[in-house]
């Protein structure tokens, strides 16, 4: 199941630098967009949304963009700490209270 | 901040063994769902459960297993006849009614299943 797609397994950023995950997706019907964070030996927490009628959302530090044309969406982090260096789920939905279907995730570690 | 447990963190069975997970999820919240994550691989959608009832499954989700909300705080997830491709980390989740607009799901830090 390719629905939703994370192609870098893992990134690395300079402590204060920009993060950038990204994450495709190819079901159009797809109307909501979550990432989430996930430390070893604990759950997914959830970080920031945004549904398919935006652009853009913005939360603290994290900010997600959407380009439905392109089926992508990334998620920023400006500016990265260490306490970031985590695993990053993109999940996707055809509305609230759906399955969600999971990218494979992107461990980024924060240098410092 | 309100969150979801589950309970055992660790639960080893040996294949053939029926198995329970258990899950409390966050009080107001009026959806639950159940997620696996087989090792190595993506995080898969099991069963989401609403008003008393399923209200959506996946194909994984077959005659083997089952999901109860038994009281008015618990919600569990039973495996009957285990098998050795159980194993895998199985997450709860909860969320509100998409009544408030879209609601994100809240997880549990999981239970790890080994089948021996």
């Known amino acids: 199941d390719q629905q939703v797609k994370q192609n870098s397994p893992s990134l690395s950023v300079q402590e204060g630098r920009i993060s950038i995950l990204n994450c495709d997706y190819t079901?159009?019907?797809?109307?909501?967009f979550l990432w989430y964070k996930k430390y070893p030996a604990e759950g997914p927490t959830f970080l920031i949304s945004?549904?398919?009628i935006k652009d853009k959302n913005e939360d603290g530090r994290f900010t997600v963009f959407l380009n439905k044309s392109a089926k992508h969406l990334s998620l920023h982090i400006v500016p990265s700490q260490p306490g970031d260096s985590a695993v990053y789920f993109c999940?996707?939905?055809?509305?609230?209270?759906?399955?969600?279907?999971w990218g494979a995730g992107t461990k980024l570690i924060i240098k410092p | 901040e309100p969150e979801v447990t589950q309970t055992p963190s660790h639960q080893v069975t040996q294949m053939g063994q029926e198995v329970i997970l258990r899950c409390v999820p966050i009080s107001n919240h009026l959806y639950f769902y159940w997620y696996r994550q087989i090792l190595g691989q993506k995080v898969e959608f099991l069963v989401s459960?609403?008003?008393?009832?399923?209200?959506?499954k996946s194909e994984i989700f077959d005659d083997q297993f089952s999901v109860e909300r038994p009281d008015g705080s618990n919600f569990t997830l039973k495996i009957r006849s285990t098998k050795l491709e159980d194993s895998a980390m199985y997450f709860c989740?909860?969320?509100?009614?998409?009544?408030?607009?879209?609601?994100?799901?809240?997880f549990g830090d999981g239970t790890r299943l080994s089948i021996l």
């Open positions: 989740a909860s969320s509100e009614d998409r009544g408030q607009g879209h609601q994100p799901q809240h």
């Open positions: 945004i549904s398919s």
């Open positions: 999940a996707a939905s055809k509305g609230s209270n759906y399955q969600l279907i």
């Open positions: 459960f609403y008003n008393n009832e399923i209200s959506e």
């Open positions: 079901n159009s019907m797809f109307d909501y």
